[in-house]
């Protein structure tokens, strides 16, 4: 009949019923969410949110419809892609693939942050590929853990001169033990290397694009009421 705080004796703190069964399809999905959009309103009182909350559910029915795969390419600071007038094509090239592919890049990502929140661009790509050098910082680290929940990331790791690639590995899963080290791209910063170490990515994108948008679209709108 709603939750309780355990903390507040025979105080409501939400009306929403709990619905254990998940839904069976996006459109199902999308229906729950509507029908959700009242009941929140009415928490917050005279109908207060109702229509940002109706228009954000549509924004993310059309993004769910979108043909292509979104990838978005990010770093902090001074290990944020460069959007040079080459890098699109030669990650184009690198990552070549069934499905068609739309590149997020160029968006460095603060040194400090208030609530370490990631930006909606990114937020909303089927996959991130997160620029890397090592040691990680600070700042690394913390956007890391604030990766959106469900949301599949890559590591692309910079290679300093001369050094050893299992070290390095070794170094960032020890600094960041939640990495998977099936999707750590060590690449040597040469662009003739670049297709070499993007080659994982672009296989697991082959196999994996559609249900990637169908899983982003989910993601999506189950946060919608979060």
Not at 205 to 217: F, I, K, S
Request: with cysteine.
């Amino acid at each position: 009949d709603g939750i309780r705080d355990y903390k507040v004796t025979g105080v409501q703190t939400c009306a929403l019923p709990i619905c254990a069964k998940p839904a069976r399809s996006l459109a199902e999905l999308s229906e729950r969410c509507e029908a959700l959009i009242p009941r929140f309103s009415a928490l917050q009182g005279h109908g207060a949110g109702e229509a940002p909350r109706r228009e954000q559910l549509r924004a993310l029915q059309r993004e769910a419809r979108r043909p292509e795969l979104q990838l978005a390419l990010v770093g902090v600071g001074g290990s944020a892609p460069e959007p040079d007038g080459t890098l699109p094509e030669r990650l184009a090239q690198a990552l070549r693939c069934r499905h068609a592919l739309r590149l997020q890049i160029g968006m460095p990502l603060g040194s400090r942050s208030q609530d370490w929140q990631w930006p909606e661009g990114p937020a909303a790509a089927d996959a991130l590929v997160f620029h890397l050098r090592t040691p990680l910082g600070a700042a690394e680290l913390r956007w890391l853990e604030a990766i959106p929940a469900e949301q599949p990331v890559w590591l692309l790791v910079s290679l300093g001169a001369g050094a050893d690639a299992e070290s390095v590995r070794a170094d960032l899963l020890q600094q960041w033990p939640a990495a998977d080290a099936d999707r750590l791209l060590l690449w040597d910063s040469e662009a003739q290397g670049l297709e070499q170490a993007m080659a994982p990515l672009a296989t697991w994108l082959n196999q994996n694009g559609e249900a990637l948008r169908a899983r982003t679209a989910r993601r999506r709108l189950e946060a919608l009421h979060a």
